[in-house]
């Protein structure tokens, strides 16, 4: 695609369900992100791939949250057990190739736990 | 960890003046260091960037400068316009860390005519 697509834009949900997010990066893109954003605050670091392989999780910030891209494009970050302090931006980002500096941003996934 | 702080949070300048945001870091590995705009209901985009081996670089109203001894670095926008107004995010990667990139806090920055 013409760039990276995330989706739901936006999502509610209940304490205690689990929330899938999407995201699609730019075609033929090596490099994929996940981070998460907090009002106010910057983006912070939760894991990458490159193709299929998750190559850093240390950002993700317990058990309750996991990442896969299993074919190496699209990725689905799930979040087990949702609670009121997972509610945040969550963004993909996506580089051309593996170590390229240059990564592209999505527009969000925002997810409120209510 | 690598820690970034970014100043000043906000950020108010008539139409036609310089805007200057200011980030530390406090690791000495970082050799790379965007910054990011991110306006609203948009994810951040880059905008320019500097490396370790330069200590200026320039595009157009936008320039960045690196002081690697005092670990900082700065975004100036000169002749700033509305359009500028904007979320703007400092960022550093640690050499050999992947694509781990630490962000500022961010900085509001409002043009006013």
């Known amino acids: 695609g013409a760039g990276v697509s995330q989706s739901p834009r936006y999502k509610v949900t209940k304490r205690g369900q689990d929330v899938a997010l999407r995201c699609d990066p730019i075609?033929?893109?090596?490099?994929l992100y996940w981070y998460r954003q907090a009002l106010g605050q910057g983006p912070e670091f939760l894991t990458y791939f490159n193709y299929e392989a998750q190559q850093d999780k240390s950002g993700l910030p317990n058990d309750r949250f996991s990442a896969e891209r299993p074919e190496g494009s699209i990725s689905t970050l799930t979040i087990q057990r949702t609670e009121q302090r997972d509610s945040a931006m969550y963004r993909c980002?996506?580089?051309?190739?593996?170590?390229?500096?240059?990564?592209?941003f999505g527009e969000g996934s925002w997810l409120t736990v209510v | 960890g690598e820690n970034v702080e970014q100043h000043p949070s906000t950020l108010s300048v008539q139409e036609g003046d310089s805007a200057v945001i200011k980030c530390t870091y406090s690791?000495?590995?970082?050799?790379?260091f965007p910054w990011y705009k991110q306006e609203l209901g948009k994810g951040p985009q880059l905008i320019i960037d500097?490396?370790?081996?330069?200590g200026e670089k320039k595009d157009q109203r936008i320039a960045v400068t690196l002081n690697k001894t005092a670990k900082h670095f700065s975004l100036h926008i000169t002749e700033t316009q509305p359009e500028d107004s904007a979320v703007y995010f400092c960022?550093?990667?640690?050499?050999?860390?992947?694509?781990?990139?630490?962000f500022g806090t961010g900085t509001q920055l409002k043009v006013e005519l």
């Open positions: 500097i490396r370790s081996n330069v």
């Open positions: 980002a996506s580089s051309l190739v593996s170590g390229e500096d240059t990564i592209y």
């Open positions: 075609s033929g893109h090596v490099s």
């Open positions: 960022a550093a990667k640690v050499t050999g860390g992947g694509n781990k990139l630490t």
């Open positions: 690791d000495s590995a970082s050799n790379y």
